[in-house]
């Protein structure tokens, strides 16, 4: 799953081509429960269980568990 703000739609093409991408989400438009449906429906369908988050760097660990929790950016950011 990617969270970008500055991806092209080539960009998000070759990551669905290169690395299995489930869903791209928009940042600008980020809603907490679309990031959480997307989360959902990628376990449900066998595309990624939660030993997946153990890959996450520790950065985006922290920002995925932040925004699985719907904390606003500004109570995250203090978090890191």
């Known amino acids: 799953m990617v969270v970008s703000g500055l991806a092209t739609p080539a960009e998000i093409e070759r990551a669905y081509a290169e690395y299995g991408v489930f869903a791209c989400l928009e940042k600008q438009a980020f809603e907490r429960a679309t ?3 997307a989360v959902a429906e ?9 030993g997946e988050i ?3 760097t520790p950065r985006s660990a922290r920002s995925w ?3 699985s929790r719907a904390l606003p950016t500004r109570k ?5």
């Open 65 to 67: 568990s932040c925004s």
């Open 35 to 37: 990031f959480r449906a």
């Open 42 to 50: 990628a376990i449900a369908s066998g595309q990624a269980d939660k």
């Open 76 to 80: 995250s950011r203090a978090s890191w």
């Open 54 to 56: 153990d890959k996450l």
